[in-house]
């Protein structure tokens, strides 16, 4: 395989750097690898590339180059498919665009592996023949609402995605994707070490990290006074750079302990610190899956690590190869980095199990591991993914593959975008039509059978193990336009209408209820919004009458009568004047429902039959202006909401 790397900055030593130069070198043994930087920001990489993976650069940071980006104009245009937030976002601009995709064009990999979010993001957003996967090293609470929204919406449209701990790839299969979306668990990889692990005798801790807020340094260094008042001739080195090391150098100095706390900065060959060392130290709030234990462990270092979502718990076994202590507890960490301290056969025997239990991270079961699923990846991309559709007379809704397939029992999934885990499927069969003597294989959603909601379709194998979003051929809606009375048989309203979006997925919105008012006919004329509606499902009294309901303040609700034209059809009218003298707010809005009798649960009004779904957008009507109201100069109109359900609302203009 062919298969690129994208990182945001090669020349870096993060976790996700190394994690990504680490496989890539695995990976080089049996494929063509290239690890291609986003930016360039110094002359010297900090971690070495084995010869055999390539290396590109896209954007060069440094102002000494005579490639210095800044001169290009386009480096100073904002990006189009990366997020303008979250991690790094400041190098993100158009020119990075442009390169990155004009360099996916030209290196024609099978596979393309992002370890950024950013970069996952507008990954997402190009098209090629390529599998586009991504590698996620943080926790997704580890970014705000917004942001987690592109990243679903990025997922849904990526291939597959790696998260580097099994507890948080669970968590997102529960709550974040569709059935199109393989996630799996795949942990970074470390190399064997150069130098012989450590004996567990030198009175050294050791701790490894970005000096960063969520590292918690500080809580680590206030812990180890704690370990000094008792064992004043073990010494505790962290390594690592970033914006704190001046603050935590005060802290170092307030508590006396610059000769027991050194700050040791950043190094290239941290495997020789390792074994300098008897016991690896981390504080972080959270971490995925942390590289720094991962290296101690492997050169035979017992870890005490606070219990952080998720990492440290999927690698270290409590009281084995290490010892846990929950987040925050700085006595905690004090006492278990004692416990080790002051007992060198338990440390010894920590270290030496470290050392084994760390094997399943070598570089070469994790490679074997990252094939595997990139061949899954490219097994589903075989499934046939593309349906020509039509709605029959009595509204149930045919698929039929426009492509042979050497796939057998094959599956049409519909996926709810509500509720994660509601899923229903439909055998594709093989079936002779009138149009297709030859027999087709077809699959058949039956009007009554999805539940009220938005369901997505894909198609999915007989094991239910590949599974790739469906996407239209022709599609032939025409019978819908017909269906507008309600069902016979079962809940009075039963709808289901196709949506196709720019991309050609495919997606149903379905309605179904007991009982149902559809609006057949709204207008707004001469002061007056006039309403004819039909009930489903339930017949009206003479005591009927039409509720609008205040949405936001219940005081603004109000009754108006109806006129039965039989015993489920009725119109009314609303003056408009009536609606603005119960205005209180810039915007009110009421929603508009029928009472078929006196105590009986009201029934909202809508439309939600015909060929179309989104009703709001295309019935736009008119509003009537009334100059002396409440609030001074009003507008009201009547609308459909979002959900094709007939409302009122009344705004304030402007003098």
């Known amino acids: 395989m062919n298969i690129s790397f994208l990182v945001h900055n090669r020349y870096g030593i993060g976790g996700a750097i190394r994690?990504?130069?680490?496989?890539?070198?695995?990976?080089?043994?049996?494929?063509?690898?290239?690890?291609?930087?986003?930016?360039?920001?110094?002359?010297?990489?900090?971690?070495?590339?084995i010869p055999e993976v390539g290396t590109v650069d896209f954007v060069d940071l440094r102002e000494t180059s005579r490639h210095f980006a800044a001169h290009d104009p386009l480096f100073h245009a904002p990006p189009l498919i990366f997020p303008e937030d979250g991690p790094f976002s400041d190098d993100f601009n158009r020119l990075l665009e442009i390169r990155m995709m004009d360099y996916l064009a030209d290196a024609n990999p099978?596979?393309?592996?992002?370890?950024?979010?950013?970069?996952?993001?507008?990954?997402?957003?190009?098209?090629?023949?390529?599998?586009?996967?991504?590698?996620?090293?943080?926790?997704?609470?580890?970014?705000n609402a917004s942001y987690r929204r592109k990243l679903i919406e990025a997922y849904e449209r990526l291939d597959g995605v790696i998260h580097v701990n099994a507890e948080e790839a669970e968590n997102v299969r529960r709550e974040w994707v569709t059935p199109g979306l393989r996630v799996t668990a795949i942990p970074n990889c470390v190399p064997d070490p150069l130098v012989a692990p450590s004996d567990c005798s030198h009175k050294t801790v050791i701790a490894a990290g970005r000096l960063v807020k969520d590292k918690q340094f500080a809580s680590l260094i206030r812990s180890?006074?704690?370990?000094?008042?008792?064992?004043?001739?073990?010494?505790?080195?962290?390594?690592?750079?970033?914006?704190?090391?001046?603050?935590?150098?005060?802290?170092?100095g307030e508590l006396g302990l610059c000769d027991n706390v050194l700050l040791m900065g950043a190094t290239r060959r941290l495997e020789m610190e390792w074994a300098k060392a008897s016991i690896m130290a981390f504080s972080s709030v959270r971490e995925a899956l942390p590289m720094a234990i991962i290296e101690a462990m492997r050169a035979g270092l017992p870890v005490v690590s606070t219990d952080c979502d998720y990492g440290p718990r999927e690698t270290i076994t409590h009281g084995v190869d290490g010892l846990l202590v929950p987040v925050g507890d700085a006595d905690g960490l004090a006492?278990?980095?004692?416990?080790?301290?002051?007992?060198?056969?338990?440390?010894q025997a920590m270290g030496r199990a470290a050392e084994r239990n760390s094997a399943r991270f070598s570089p070469q079961v994790v490679a074997d591991q990252y094939e595997s699923f990139?061949?899954?990846?490219?097994?589903?991309?075989?499934?046939?993914?593309?349906?020509?559709?039509?709605?029959?007379?009595?509204?149930d809704l045919v698929f039929r593959l426009n492509s042979a397939t050497s796939f057998s029992g094959l599956r049409l999934l519909c996926a709810s975008r509500e509720d994660s885990q509601s899923e229903l499927s439909f055998a594709f069969q093989q079936t002779n039509l009138d149009d297709d003597p030859d027999g087709s294989l077809t699959a058949v959603i039956p009007r009554s059978a999805l539940p009220e909601g938005e369901w997505d379709l894909f198609m999915a194998s007989a094991d239910g193990l590949l599974c790739r979003r469906l996407r239209t051929g022709t599609g032939d809606n025409r019978y819908l336009m017909d269906a507008t009375g309600p069902s016979l048989d079962g809940p009075a309203l039963q709808v289901h209408i196709p949506l196709v979006d720019e991309d050609r997925a495919l997606s149903i919105r379905s309605w179904r209820r007991e009982v149902h008012a559809e609006a057949v006919s709204v207008g707004n004329a001469r002061g007056e919004i006039s309403v004819e509606a039909e009930l489903w499902g339930a017949?009206?009294?003479?005591?009927?009458?039409?509720?609008?309901a205040g949405r936001a303040h219940e005081e603004l609700s109000f009754r108006v009568p109806?006129?039965?034209?039989?015993?489920?059809?009725?119109?009314?009218?609303i003056p408009c004047s009536t609606v603005a003298q119960r205005r209180v707010t810039e915007h009110d809005i009421w929603d508009v429902y029928v009472t078929p009798a006196e105590g009986a649960t009201p029934i909202r009004i809508g439309r939600f039959t015909g060929d179309y779904i989104h009703k709001k957008s295309v019935h736009d009507y008119p509003f009537t202006v009334l100059e002396s109201t409440p609030r001074g100069r009003s507008r009201v109109r009547p609308f459909f909401s979002v959900d094709s359900e007939l409302s009122l609302n009344a705004v304030d203009m402007s003098k």
């Open 19 to 49: 994690s990504t130069v680490n496989i890539a070198a695995a990976l080089a043994d049996r494929n063509m690898v290239e690890i291609a930087s986003l930016v360039r920001d110094r002359d010297t990489a900090d971690l070495p590339v």
């Open 110 to 143: 099978d596979v393309v592996v992002t370890a950024h979010p950013g970069t996952a993001i507008a990954l997402s957003k190009i098209q090629g023949d390529f599998l586009k996967v991504a590698v996620m090293h943080q926790s997704r609470n580890s970014f």
């Open 224 to 252: 180890f006074a704690t370990v000094v008042g008792q064992r004043p001739d073990w010494q505790l080195r962290i390594f690592g750079r970033g914006p704190l090391r001046g603050e935590l150098k005060t802290l170092v």
């Open 335 to 347: 006492d278990g980095i004692l416990t080790l301290v002051n007992d060198a056969e338990r440390r």
């Open 374 to 395: 990139f061949r899954e990846l490219q097994e589903a991309r075989n499934l046939p993914t593309t349906v020509d559709w039509w709605a029959m007379p009595h509204g």
């Open 539 to 548: 017949t009206l009294s003479d005591s009927a009458e039409v509720l609008a």
């Open 562 to 573: 109806l006129s039965a034209l039989s015993d489920t059809r009725f119109r009314f009218s």
